[in-house]
Nanobody, 121 residues
Framework: QVQLVESGGGFVQAGGSLRLSCAASGRTYAVGWFRQAPGKDREFVGAVTWTGNSIYYLDSVKGRFTISRDNAKSTVFLQMAGLEPEDTAVYFC?????????????????WGQGTQVTVSS
């Protein structure tokens, strides 16, 4: 059984940095990050596979957010820099058990509990 444990959310000022972690137990193929702001649809942020080092990003976060992985610890990180108030959202990590179109939330089999990221001006 797959479990995802998130950490690292919190409050940060605009321009600051924050690092989210997603520890995955059980067998997964890829881990993705999504976010959902109040009144808005869930939005794909990025994803990484455990093998092949394929990484995908939402255009608006390219150059600011970095996804990395530690295979030995089965942990995926989302390093966020240059944070803006528009980045405020609940951030979720999710996992697939097979290759998929990673920008589509319906392709993920497991989801974390979500962690709040609030960016103040």
């Amino acid at each position: 059984q797959v479990q995802l444990v998130e950490s690292g959310g919190g409050f940060v000022q605009a321009g600051g940095s924050l690092r989210l972690s997603c520890a995955a137990s059980g067998r997964t193929y890829a881990v993705g990050w999504f976010r959902q702001a109040p009144g808005k649809d869930r939005e794909f942020v990025g994803a990484v596979t455990w093998t092949g080092n394929s990484i995908y990003y939402l255009d608006s976060v390219k150059g600011r957010f970095t996804i990395s992985r530690d295979n030995a610890k089965s942990t995926v990180f989302l390093q966020m820099a240059g944070l803006e108030p528009e980045d405020t959202a609940v951030y979720f990590c999710a996992a697939t058990q097979r290759p998929a179109y990673y920008h589509l939330g319906r392709n993920y089999d497991y989801w974390g509990q979500g962690t709040q990221v609030t960016v103040s001006s």
